[in-house]
């Protein structure tokens, strides 16, 4: 018997007459295809339903307490509790359903095939974000950040409406340089200390965290090396800085300020509260401690190895290794450094590499099959449910492509990279660091509407840029 080979992946060049045709000969190619699929659908519904999952853990340790008042707020454990923490945490859903992938494969070939093709993905990104995130999310870098940014704050006096709005146009755009996860981490950071620790309502947290993941996607495509995305076909497609300036990046700015004023005139009053509660006079414990010059400059120094050494696993790893080192030798001026959330989140990203890697079957027939405009919106509703350095990278594997067709896959992965977590790479680092100022987490459904609006500033303009520039 012939086995077929792996992942089954059939022709889409061949002569049929529709998407649905194809997909359902995808299908019939070898059942496999739909199974991958299924998978990846109740991963995606998984992460949907985390926040549902981790409120109920919550609610089973409030009747744990009950039960047990004289046990009340000491240790105590529960099996099935922490099954329900573990279900509940949103970074680790794609690495579960990695488990009953890996046994399909084995089902439908043999263990050796599955392991093989875990082995024969590519883990660079994940790696990537485990790296800057653990370098970006230290005292060193984040007073360096605040230093820059205070300076422009100052001219307001540093309320929580001028550093809000600041973090919300200036670190996306940082993106650009120092990449989108180091972006990312930066204004988290900064969003936690600066804004969220002074109690926003929900709506206007959900408002702000939507902001925040929409600019972030669409901040970092000023340059040709930042954005993932980008990143995934600039060198194929020959896109030089100056283009991706001229196409990408002045839209994106415009869309990031049009969208700030949009907020911050509908959240003003509130802004105004905020205002109020923050100390007008007096430093932070972090800022009481300081950071000396040298240390802030090595600190500035790795990151830019990372960003230089993207591409080059080992180095990463040995650049990550020589920073524990540094980080314990100068204790006295940083803070104790957390390694659980990278890891997290890099698992995050690794598990949707190897379930989104087995889906070009059905997204490539959607890209080739549609014209510019609706090519640009299914680019922006797949990205929801995959990876948007996903979707570019199959476009590139796609020859003949026109360039207004890649303009529009470009333009509309970036644009749908703040609807959900799983939608661009750094999403789930600033939803990792944020998530507490979120009750029992980030609920998808609040993200999406609040990304919504941004998310159709940028489309827009896109739409616009296309018909008016790019088409002449």
């Not at 549609?370 to 996903?390: I, K, R, W, Y």
């Amino acid at each position: 018997m012939t086995i077929a080979p792996f992942p089954p992946h059939p022709s889409i060049s061949e002569s049929t007459s529709s998407l649905g045709q194809i997909l359902k000969n995808a299908i019939a190619y070898h059942p496999f295809n739909f199974v991958a699929l299924i998978i990846f659908a109740i991963a995606i519904i998984h992460t949907l339903f985390a926040h549902q999952i981790a409120h109920y853990a919550h609610k089973l340790e409030n009747r744990w307490d009950e039960a047990h008042p004289n046990q009340k707020g000491q240790a105590r454990y529960s099996f099935w509790i922490e099954v329900l923490h573990f279900l509940g945490e949103v970074e680790i859903v794609f690495a579960i359903w990695v488990i009953p992938l890996l046994i399909c494969i084995s089902i439908f070939w043999d263990w050796k095939q599955a392991v093989t093709y875990l082995n024969s993905l590519n883990y660079r990104e994940p790696l990537f974000v485990i790296v800057i995130m653990v370098l970006a999310s230290t005292r060193p870098i984040l007073k360096f950040a605040e230093v820059c940014l205070r300076f422009i704050a100052k001219f307001f006096k540093e309320r929580v409406s001028a550093w809000w709005l600041i973090i919300l146009t200036f670190c996306p755009i940082l993106g650009s340089f120092i990449t989108e996860p180091g972006a990312m981490i930066l204004a988290a950071l900064l969003l936690k200390e600066q804004f969220y620790k002074y109690s926003p309502s929900k709506k206007f947290a959900y408002g702000t965290l939507g902001l925040l993941f929409v600019h972030i996607s669409i901040g970092g495509v000023l340059t040709n090396f930042a954005a993932p995305p980008v990143l995934m076909v600039a060198q194929k497609w020959g896109w030089t800085n100056s283009y991706m300036f001229f196409n990408f990046g002045i839209k994106s700015m415009i869309a990031i300020v049009i969208s700030n004023l949009a907020y911050f005139f509908i959240f003003r009053k509130e802004l105004k509260e905020l205002d109020t509660k923050k100390p007008s006079v007096g430093l932070d414990k972090n800022e009481e401690k300081g950071v000396p010059l040298w240390v802030t400059f090595m600190h500035i120094l790795f990151l830019v190895g990372v960003v230089f050494f993207e591409h080059y696993s080992v180095v990463l790893v040995g650049i990550l290794f020589l920073f524990v080192a540094f980080h314990r030798a100068t204790t006295p001026f940083q803070d104790h450094l957390n390694l659980r959330g990278p890891i997290l989140v890099g698992s995050f990203l690794a598990g949707l590499v190897v379930h989104g890697s087995l889906q070009g079957w059905w997204i490539e027939p959607i890209i080739t099959k549609l014209s510019p405009t609706p090519l640009m919106l299914a680019a922006t509703v797949l990205t929801s449910f995959n990876d948007n350095a996903l979707i570019t990278y199959l476009s590139s594997l796609i020859d003949n492509l026109s360039p207004l067709l890649k303009y529009a896959i470009v333009s509309g992965a970036v644009a749908g990279g703040g609807l959900t977590v799983i939608a661009n790479a750094p999403n789930p680092a600033g939803q990792f660091l944020l998530k507490e100022h979120f009750e029992d987490g980030v609920a998808p459904w609040n993200l999406f509407l609040s990304a919504l609006f941004p998310t159709l500033i940028i489309l827009a303009l896109s739409i616009i840029w296309m018909l008016y520039f790019v088409t002449h």
